[in-house]
């Protein structure tokens, strides 16, 4: 049966317990992900406490990293999500995504509305990429990609 959290502590407490096996296996999120048959970004989410893996996900992460099976078990339960505290982001690299949105929130609205009508883009309906570029002026380029449906709002 699917199971729920109604708090963070249990999930955070397992990103924890991940985190520690991560960096004591000097494992990537990426090769974490491998043999998942997921996204390494969606698996590093549910890894983060945002998503629940399905059983065999959850079993393959579990013996990558060595948790136990009620640790598998947790990784299965879908989380309480949400991982910004309700004030403004002092972690820079999730600032600097809390500015894209405060800069160009009402521009992206704008055009989502102009080219889909009025409606939202799903976050539930929803995948996400990240890769990382070579820029031609040097150094290198942080490519996110978000393909979310878009949901039109319906009249009632």
């Not at 729920?4 to 407490?13: F, I």
């Not at 985190?19 to 004591?24: D, F, L, P, S, V």
């Not at 959850?58 to 136990?68: F, I, P, R, S």
């Amino acid at each position: 049966m699917t199971q729920s959290q109604n708090t963070n502590a249990a999930r955070q407490a397992l990103t924890d317990t991940i985190i520690a096996a991560k960096a004591k296996k000097d494992l990537s999120f990426e090769q974490i992900a491998e043999g998942t048959g997921l996204n390494d970004v969606f698996v590093t989410a549910a890894l983060l406490a945002q998503h629940p893996l399905p059983a065999k996900a959850a079993q393959k992460v579990g013996e990558t990293l060595g948790l136990n099976e009620d640790e598998i078990a947790l990784l299965q339960t879908i989380p309480l999500r949400g991982s910004v505290e309700n004030h403004m982001p002092t972690d820079p690299t999730i600032y600097r995504f809390y500015e894209v949105m405060q800069v160009y929130g009402t521009t992206l609205k704008a055009l989502v509305h102009e080219q889909f009508g009025d409606g939202i883009m799903s976050a539930i309906n929803f995948k996400m990429d990240l890769k990382k570029v070579a820029d031609p002026e040097g150094g290198e380029r942080v490519v996110i990609t978000l393909d979310g449906k878009f949901l039109p709002y319906k009249p009632f």
